[in-house]
């Protein structure tokens, strides 16, 4: 049974993330950036994919979320906002620009309800995602990497178990283990992070 006391509680992750951007605002730290880079742009992909965006818009958005978490990080400050809900409103923002660019461009009828963006849901609600992300986050690195990599390819890149049997040259049925024993830990971790 794992000892409770070496995992990082969910505080002293979100502590050590704005403590990264810190960083990459006062510094450009690159190693930094990378450790913020590789664990939000997944995130915010999925985020930006639940708000409707087409895969590949979702990728260019991510992309030029995470630039401009680089660019701004200076005026980053962690008395006001934790990493997370400072970046998701970077990125809530840029969806909501890159809607209104699309919108003037194909000079639809502003007025119409069903162009109008998804209101944005209040601070403590952002605050709660952001935490359940990170459980999330916390729960997936206790996976074993096979599981990770097909747990990854099943649920963000959307793969079928097949596909993810062919671009892994695994047999399905090793494919289809994985991630049933996955979701079987990921299950009681969650349980026990709760």
Same mark, same amino acid.
Request: charged letters at 25%.
């Given at each position: =049974?794992?000892?409770?006391?070496?995992?990082?509680?969910?505080?002293?992750?979100?502590?050590?993330?704005?403590?990264?951007? *810190?960083?990459?605002?006062?510094?450009?730290?690159?190693?930094?950036?990378?450790? !913020?880079?590789?664990?939000?742009?997944?995130?915010?992909?999925?985020?930006?994919? $639940?708000?409707?965006?087409?895969?590949?818009?979702?990728?260019?958005?991510? $992309?030029? !979320?995470?630039?401009?978490?680089?660019?701004?990080?200076?005026?980053?400050?962690?008395?006001?906002?934790?990493?997370?809900?400072?970046?998701?409103?970077?990125?809530?923002?840029?969806?909501?620009?890159?809607?209104?660019?699309?919108?003037?461009?194909?000079? =639809?009828?502003?007025?119409?309800?069903?162009?109008?963006?998804?209101?944005?849901?209040?601070?403590?609600?952002?605050?709660?995602?952001?935490?359940?992300?990170?459980? *999330? #986050?916390?729960?997936?690195?206790?996976?074993?990497?096979?599981?990770?990599?097909?747990?990854?390819?099943?649920?963000?890149?959307?793969?079928?178990?097949?596909?993810?049997?062919?671009?892994?040259? !695994?047999?399905?049925?090793? *494919?289809?283990?994985?991630?049933?024993?996955?979701?079987?830990?990921?299950?009681?971790?969650? #349980?026990?992070?709760?």
């Amino acid at each position: =049974m794992t000892d409770m006391t070496d995992r990082p509680t969910l505080s002293d992750a979100a502590r050590e993330m704005s403590a990264l951007l *810190v960083r990459v605002g006062q510094t450009h730290d690159r190693a930094a950036f990378r450790v !913020v880079f590789d664990h939000f742009a997944p995130r915010i992909r999925a985020f930006l994919l $639940q708000r409707r965006l087409a895969p590949a818009q979702a990728d260019d958005l991510t $992309q030029d !979320v995470m630039l401009a978490v680089w660019r701004r990080a200076a005026s980053y400050d962690p008395a006001k906002a934790a990493a997370s809900t400072w970046i998701y409103t970077i990125a809530r923002n840029q969806h909501i620009d890159q809607f209104r660019k699309a919108q003037r461009a194909s000079k =639809m009828d502003e007025t119409d309800p069903s162009l109008q963006p998804v209101p944005m849901p209040a601070a403590d609600l952002l605050f709660e995602q952001a935490e359940s992300a990170e459980t *999330v #986050g916390a729960a997936l690195e206790s996976l074993s990497a096979d599981q990770r990599e097909v747990v990854a390819m099943a649920f963000n890149e959307g793969l079928s178990h097949s596909e993810i049997s062919e671009r892994l040259n !695994v047999p399905l049925g090793t *494919v289809k283990s994985r991630i049933r024993l996955a979701m079987s830990k990921l299950k009681t971790t969650l #349980g026990e992070l709760e």
